[in-house]
């Protein structure tokens, strides 16, 4: 499957998609091409201008590399089920791909449409991620998928506040 045919099978939930990618170690890289991808239409859609755009791409990696790990961790530490059986790569990966249709985001240019674009892409990436950790945890329970995914968001939005406060003090 191509680079392109795989963000299509992401974009669309297809779980042999993310099977692909879970197994493929090679796919890291092509995750992280999703990711850039997603975060610069992201950026055009919004108007941001290069700055915003490289400040936002930097932001997004981050993000990702951090959700896609506490994912991880919860999903085989805390919560794994029988079958579970995956490494932070597979997250990493699945996790990467289920960003897929923040690509369409770059239609934010479109006047009128920016805030439903926005809207629409950010429900359908975060149904797409719960997709892709069920498939890369070999998890039966779609629920528990949704789980760990609210789960890892939380503790990264309580890192992201830390840091945040953190940061503001020393400056």
Same mark, same amino acid.
């Given at each position: 499957? %191509? ?8 974009? +669309? &939930?297809? %779980?042999? *998609? ?5 197994? @493929? +170690? ?16 992201? /950026? ?22 951090? #959700? ?7 999903? %085989? +530490?805390? &919560?794994?089920?029988? @079958? *579970? ?23 934010? =240019?479109?006047?009128?449409? /920016? ?8 429900? #359908? %990436? ?10 890369? &945890? ?11 995914? =609210? ?5 990264? &939005? ?14």
């Amino acid at each position: 499957m %191509t680079f392109v045919e795989r963000m299509i099978g992401a974009a +669309r &939930l297809n %779980t042999n *998609t993310y099977e692909e990618v879970e197994a @493929d +170690r090679g796919a890291t890289g092509q995750a992280l091409g999703v990711v850039v991808l997603a975060s610069v239409a992201s /950026g055009i859609g919004m108007g941001q201008g290069l700055r915003g755009l490289v400040i936002g791409t930097v932001l997004s990696l981050i993000g990702w590399a951090i #959700w896609a790990w506490l994912i991880y961790f919860i999903g %085989t +530490r805390w &919560l794994p089920e029988p @079958d *579970t059986n995956a490494d932070a790569g597979q997250l990493l990966r699945t996790v990467g791909f289920a960003m897929s249709p923040g690509v369409l985001r770059v239609l934010g =240019i479109v006047p009128l449409l /920016g805030e439903l674009v926005f809207v629409v892409t950010a429900i #359908w %990436t975060l149904i797409a991620v719960v997709v892709a950790v069920r498939q890369a &945890l070999d998890y039966r329970s779609t629920g528990r998928a949704v789980g760990v995914c =609210i789960i890892g968001w939380l503790v990264q &939005l309580a890192i992201l506040v830390v840091v945040g406060g953190l940061a503001r003090r020393a400056g």
